[in-house]
């Protein structure tokens, strides 16, 4: 028998997700946003256990989805939306760990672009590195609604990396220097994606641990504590509806 879903990843038809999409990768954070913030909730996704949530967030439709860990399950996740369910914008909200001493324990970072040590671009046959970037009207938003709620955050470079224990211990060392300010694993294939497919992406992100100082979050408070970025995020989405 025929799947008579659009993709072998998402179990749902257009129409089920919002215009825009906040994207956690673990699908207890995204369980916890939607039945925090969202009303009229309906489960949209369940497959391989990533819940998909769609309802209404001061009356704007929003969806929330878990992407999974690392580049090639966000890159899987958000090509499918952009691609297949008319997904205009994905948010990345998730955590990251600081190589900057500019920034604290569960700051906030809006990856303006995403270096990266992936292979992910490789595909797109440029001659050259592309540089993936935020959108800039969704990162305006960000900013703005930032500095409203006088929130503690960062504009920059993050690194998206491929590997999180890497065997070189000075691994992080030349991205300190270029002023990269933290580590995380998804923004650049989210944004390569959103490039490829004429679409918006920003990863707005908590900083759950620190690798100067040591300094860390425990898997709990990840998953449910880190309330400033969910609702930056589903602000972001209503502005931008």
Known sequence: ?????????????????????????????????????????????????????????KGVPVSVMASGMGMPSIGIYSYELFNFFGVENILRVGSAGAISE??????????????TNSAYGAQFGCRGTFAPIADYSL??????ISEERSLRYQVGNVLSSDTFYDADPTANKPWMDLGVLAV?????????????????????????????????????????????MMELALEVAVRNS
């Open 184 to 228: 995380e694993m998804e923004c650049a294939a989210l944004y390569m994606n959103a490039a490829k497919a004429g679409k918006k992406a920003l990863g707005i992100l908590t900083i759950s641990d620190h690798i100067i100082t040591g300094e860390a979050t425990s898997a709990e408070e990840r998953q449910t504590t880190f309330h400033q």
């Open 1 to 57: 028998m025929s799947n008579p879903y659009p993709t072998p990843h998402i179990n749902a038809v257009p129409g089920d997700f919002g215009k825009t999409v906040l994207m956690p990768g673990d699908p207890l954070r995204s369980k916890f946003i939607a039945e925090t913030y969202l009303e009229n909730l309906k489960l949209v996704n369940n497959v391989r256990g990533v819940q998909g949530y769609t309802g209404l967030y």
């Open 139 to 144: 990162l305006k938003s960000a900013a703005e």
């Open 102 to 115: 500019k920034l604290k324990v569960r700051d906030i970072v809006l990856a303006q672009g995403a270096c």
